[in-house]
């Protein structure tokens, strides 16, 4: 997450206000993802279209979670 705060920082020039507010963003994507990925009940079909809403914009993203 760090990592993708400091580049979007870098790229678009956030202050330290927006930056914890984009660390916060991310940390809850990240969580929900998680949930997702260990929910039982969610099929792939469910699991793929949350990912190519959470991850439009960002097909790095997409890539990384993937490949795990």
């Known amino acids: ?3 993708q705060v400091d580049r979007m920082a870098e790229e678009l020039k956030l202050n330290d206000q927006q930056k914890t507010k ?3 963003l ?3 994507q990240n969580k929900k993802r998680q949930e997702m990925r260990t929910d039982s009940a969610t099929t792939p079909e469910q699991r793929r279209a949350y990912l190519d809403r959470a991850c439009a914009d960002d097909p790095e993203l997409r890539q990384a979670i993937e490949e795990l």
């Open 1 to 3: 997450v760090q990592q």
């Open 22 to 24: 984009i660390k916060a």
């Open 26 to 28: 991310l940390e809850e």
